[in-house]
T-cell receptor, first 113, second 109 residues
Framework: IAGITQAPTSQILAAGRRMTLRCTQDMRHNAMYWYRQDLGLGLRLIHY???????GKGEVPDGYSVSRANTDDFPLTLASAVPSQTSVYFC????????????FGPGTRLTVL | GQNIDQPTEMTATEGAIVQINCTYQTSGFNGLFWYQQHAGEAPTFLSY??LDGLEEKGRFSSFLSRSKGYSYLLLKELQMKDSASYLC??????????WGAGTKLIIKP
């Protein structure tokens, strides 16, 4: 089934722990994105990748890192989680066409205690 | 600065029409998106406007005025399943999206 998958679906994490959120797409899209969504705020871009091998910082990159070793996978790592990173995390991808709308994964609900 | 404004919440009646407004101030403009997001789910693409005017797609239409920094999403013949949040997003010069906080639409029978 074409689309984007994310894992885990949800996670409760102790502060200070390291955590990697996984994202895989099978649409052969060049661009991928990580957002966080918090109540009352719009989606905020954490990191993005325009093509395999390149990454860039978004609006709120501090405390997060990403890698893009191939087209399909775009993991997001929290090196040392803090409670302010409690959020819903969405991975998205887009092609290089004129519209290049973003397609979203189902999200990961992360709670840092 | 960059800013996208949408009403926080709207209520409408099943079968009626509702218009959700979005105003924006961004450093660049390469198009405007509307997405639908049901509670607990991912956003899904509804519409895209890059030129001024109205784009119609079934029960949903989206309008853009670039000179006014304004867009609206028009939903006709409302159904209970249209209860969701509607997100406005502007594609900037660097092709990244700036998102509004979303409008929660409540449909009443």
């Amino acid at each position: 089934i074409a689309g984007i998958t994310q894992a885990p679906t949800s996670q409760i994490l102790a502060a200070g722990r390291r955590m990697t959120l996984r994202c895989t797409q099978d649409m052969r899209h060049n661009a991928m994105y990580w957002y966080r969504q918090d109540l009352g705020l719009g989606l905020r871009l954490i990191h993005y990748s325009n093509t395999a091998g390149t990454t860039g910082k978004g609006e709120v990159p501090d405390g997060y890192s990403v890698s893009r070793a191939n087209t399909d996978d775009f993991p997001l790592t929290l090196a040392s989680a803090v409670p302010s990173q409690t959020s819903v995390y969405f991975c998205a991808s887009s092609d290089s066409g004129e519209v290049n709308e973003q397609f979203f994964g189902p999200g990961t609900r992360l709670t840092v205690l | 600065g960059q800013n996208i404004d949408q009403p926080t919440e709207m209520t409408a009646t099943e079968g009626a029409i509702v218009q959700i407004n979005c105003t924006y101030q961004t450093s660049g403009f390469n198009g405007l998106f509307w997405y639908q997001q049901h509670a607990g789910e991912a956003p899904t693409f509804l519409s895209y406007n890059v030129l001024d005017g109205l784009e119609e797609k079934g029960r949903f239409s989206s309008f853009l005025s670039r000179s006014k920094g304004y867009s609206y999403l028009l939903l006709k013949e409302l159904q209970m399943k249209d209860s969701a949040s509607y997100l406005c997003a502007v594609k900037e010069s660097n092709y990244q999206l700036i998102w509004g906080a979303g409008t929660k639409l409540i449909i009443k029978p």
